[in-house]
């Protein structure tokens, strides 16, 4: 078995991760969103969506809860029913199911809204010189159901060849690596995508955030 691990400045037309129609941020999930139970609770959730290859949300699945199983549920509630994609492609061009994996954020009374951001979804550690500016390197695989990596897409921010090749490796690990499901459960052949961060220390070390 091959695997592709491709770097952006080689690629043509790499794999696409879905992407967000309108503003997820003000759009899917606010602040006034918030059972009035829950108004003072500071808390975090973070998340996979799983997407069809017409864009839409089939699942979602707390990773990590807010501690509040009201907050966590209408999480997964509002994303089911107001988040849209563009559907995730292979390199031909062929739209997949896939899972974004994010965290949003409640700030009770903050504008309003409620905010969502990006950050590390795995942490590697490498013994290569570390840039001053993090680096956050994103990454879009192709998984066949069988759970073979068919081809790893990175791109980092600023770009470092030898980190995207990292980042790839860790991501294409058996337990990272997870087919996508469809609705009925069974595995299919579908696209993940993770944001890969580093640190200092032992060459190789993972972990899942």
Known sequence: MSIWILVAAAVANPPVDAEAIGNPARGWVRGTDIPESE?????????????????????????????????????????????????ARDASGRALPSVMRNQINWRPNRYGENYQYEAADIVVSTGLPLNKKPVLVEIVQVIEASGNVEMCHATSRPAKIEQNQLACSAANRPEIAIPVKDASGAPVRGIRSYNVGFTAGEEGGVKIR
Do not use: N, Y
Request: one cysteine or more; aromatic letters at 6%; a positive charge.
């Open 39 to 87: 108004w003072k609770q500071r808390a975090s959730v973070r998340f996979d969506l799983t997407i069809d290859a017409q864009g839409r949300p089939m699942r979602c699945e707390i990773l990590h809860s807010s501690g509040s199983e009201t907050l966590d549920t209408t999480v997964c509630k509002l994303l089911m029913k107001r988040a849209h994609f563009k559907p």
